[in-house]
C-alpha cells in the first residue's frame, strides 16, 4: 500500500442519510462495506453488508466493483475511514465513510454469519425454485404469529399478531404474482403451497432463536413490533446476501427484488410503530 493512500480525501455520511441513501437506492446498485472483524459482524451488523475486515482488503480488493458507490463502516468509524481511503486511491469512483459507524445506526440490525441461513439457498437455483423458497420463509414468519396468539394474554397483543399474519398474507401474495410474471405460470395460491418445501422463520433464525435473543414481552405491542422489524432486517440480510451469491442472473434479480420489498416491510412496521399512540409504547 502507498502512503498516500492515506490521506486520500473520501466523503462521510451520516447514519441518517445512509439510511435514505439505501432507500432510495435498488438493492444490487450500491456496496455496503463492513470493516470489522468477524464476530463483531455476528454479533450485530447493517442488513446487507458484505463483510471484508480491513486488514485483509488489500488482496481481496477483486470482490468489490469499483464502479459501484461504496459505503464503509465500522465500529465507530476509524477503520472505515482508512479503508475508505484505501478504496479511493485504488479508482473507486464514489466511496463514503460512515460517520460514528454502527454504533450511530439508529436503525435496525441483523445477526450472525455471513453464511446464516444460506443453506436454503445454494446460489444454483432456479427463479422457480428462488421464489418457492422465498414463499416457505414468509409463511413460516407467518405460522409464528399464529403461533403467539395463544401465548400471549393481552387482547392488543392478540389483535397485533393477528395483523402481522395477515401482511404475511399480502408478501406471500407479492411473491406468487413475480412468480407468475417470471415463469408464466397461471398457479393458485393452493397450487403454490404445495410446492413449499421449506417451512421456516426469514432471515435464517429460528422461533427460539429469535425469542432467545431478543426477550420480547410478547403483551407489549412496542416489543412484538420491535421483534418483527428485526425478523425483517434479518430477512433483508438473507435475501441480499444470497442475491450475492446467486449464479442465476433471473434469480439474482428476483432477490433483490424480494429485498426490496422487505425493505418496504421494514418501513411499514416503523411506521406502525410511529402511529402508536403514546401510551401503548
Not at 189 to 198: G, I, N, P, S, Y
Not at 235 to 254: P, V
Request: glycine residues 8%.
Amino acid at each position: 500500500m502507498q502512503w498516500k493512500q492515506f490521506f486520500t480525501p473520501v466523503q462521510a455520511m451520516d447514519s441518517k442519510t445512509a439510511a435514505r441513501y439505501m432507500e432510495a437506492k435498488p438493492a444490487g446498485t450500491y456496496t455496503l462495506l463492513d470493516v470489522r472483524q468477524p464476530k463483531e459482524y455476528e454479533s450485530a451488523h447493517i442488513a446487507g453488508a458484505k463483510l471484508i475486515p480491513v486488514g485483509e482488503l488489500d488482496h481481496r480488493l477483486d470482490e468489490l466493483d469499483p464502479e459501484k458507490p461504496a459505503i464503509v463502516y465500522c465500529a465507530i468509524g476509524g477503520r472505515s475511514r482508512i479503508a475508505a481511503q484505501m478504496l479511493s486511491g485504488k479508482g473507486f469512483r464514489e466511496v463514503y465513510n460512515l460517520s460514528g459507524g454502527i454504533r450511530a445506526w439508529n436503525d435496525k440490525t441483523a445477526v450472525g454469519p455471513e453464511d446464516l441461513g444460506l443453506h436454503l439457498f445454494s446460489g444454483s437455483e432456479t427463479p422457480a425454485e428462488t421464489i418457492t423458497v422465498a414463499f416457505g420463509l414468509e409463511q413460516g414468519l407467518r405460522d409464528f404469529y399464529l403461533v403467539m396468539l395463544d401465548r400471549v394474554r393481552s387482547e392488543e397483543a392478540k389483535k397485533l399478531f393477528t395483523q402481522l399474519a395477515d401482511i404475511e398474507i399480502l408478501h406471500q401474495n407479492q411473491l406468487l404474482k413475480l412468480y407468475q410474471e417470471i415463469t408464466g405460470a397461471g398457479k393458485t395460491r393452493e397450487e403454490f403451497e404445495k410446492d413449499v418445501v421449506a417451512r421456516a422463520m426469514e432471515g435464517g433464525l429460528t422461533t427460539s432463536d429469535y425469542l432467545a435473543l431478543y426477550h420480547p414481552d410478547l403483551d407489549s405491542v412496542t416489543d412484538i413490533l420491535s421483534l418483527a422489524m428485526a425478523i425483517e432486517a434479518q430477512a433483508l440480510d438473507l435475501y441480499e446476501r444470497a442475491a450475492e451469491r446467486s449464479g442465476n442472473e433471473t434469480s439474482r434479480l428476483a432477490l433483490l427484488r424480494i429485498a426490496r420489498e422487505e425493505r418496504a416491510h421494514l418501513a411499514q412496521l416503523g411506521q406502525l410503530m410511529d402511529a402508536m399512540p403514546p401510551g401503548e409504547k
